[in-house]
């Protein structure tokens, strides 16, 4: 079936170091892949997308990238600061599926000052 | 420009009980998805609504329902409340009607209790 999922649930790293997050997906026919940032007490916060046609979409900061071939989405973000410290989801979307999103479980990001 | 809102921030329940989330979406948005978030997980969707009318549902009973309003805001009931219903229940706006991904964004969410 379809699922979003990831790799590590929590990542840890040193301020201004650069932070990696990964994610996997099993659904071919995925058309958008979102990444969102949710703080403590917050709702998600959209910080970028990439459509399925594409490998690779750099934003401020962060830098999207999808590998089809074996069905794995990751996240860079460059000179991680602390107030990039929250849980990271990604998403997807099914063609056709007129946008409602299927989200995995996360991963906390804590940046160590 | 007003991001999108929720009321109430908090609410607590008991089972049994009915309850009504409210949202606003994100000026000039037409498009409402409900999303429930359970501790430690990532959002499910639980249904979308646009012109008025439910275009998508998740996975969820019947218990469920929703409404959108001319002015594009949009209520999520929710009936016979059970314990495992308590969650974080997220509304996102989003533009346009068409088959096509468009960004969506989050209000804070409303917690919802139910003991």
């Known amino acids: 079936g379809e699922s979003v999922g990831l790799h590590l649930p929590t990542l840890s790293v040193q301020e201004g170091d650069n932070s990696i997050i990964n994610c996997a997906y099993s659904n071919s026919a995925s058309d958008y892949f979102i990444w969102y940032k949710q703080e403590s007490g917050k709702g998600p916060q959209f910080i970028i997308d990439?459509?399925?046609?594409?490998d690779k979409r750099q934003g401020q900061r962060v830098t999207v990238l999808l590998n089809k071939t074996v069905k794995h989405l990751s996240l860079q973000i460059a000179a991680t600061q602390p107030g990039d410290s929250a849980v990271y989801f990604c998403?997807?979307?099914?063609?056709?599926?007129?946008?409602?999103?299927?989200f995995g479980k996360g991963t906390k990001l804590s940046v160590k000052p | 420009d007003a991001g999108v809102t929720q009321s109430p921030t908090h609410l607590i329940k008991t089972r049994g009980q009915q309850v009504t989330l409210r949202c606003s979406p994100k000026s000039g948005h037409d498009t409402v998805s409900w999303y429930q978030q359970a501790l430690g997980q990532g959002p499910q969707f639980i249904f979308q609504y646009y012109e008025e009318e439910e275009r998508q549902r998740g996975n969820f009973p019947d218990r469920f329902s929703g409404h959108q309003f001319p002015n594009y805001s949009s209520e999520l009931n929710v009936n016979a409340l059970l314990l495992g219903d308590s969650a974080l229940y997220l509304c996102?706006?989003?533009?346009?009607?068409?088959?096509?991904?468009?960004?969506?964004?989050f209000g804070p969410g409303t917690r919802l209790l139910v003991l």
């Open positions: 990439i459509r399925s046609n594409m």
């Open positions: 998403a997807e979307t099914l063609g056709g599926s007129q946008g409602n999103l299927i």
């Open positions: 996102a706006s989003s533009l346009g009607g068409g088959g096509a991904w468009k960004t969506q964004y």
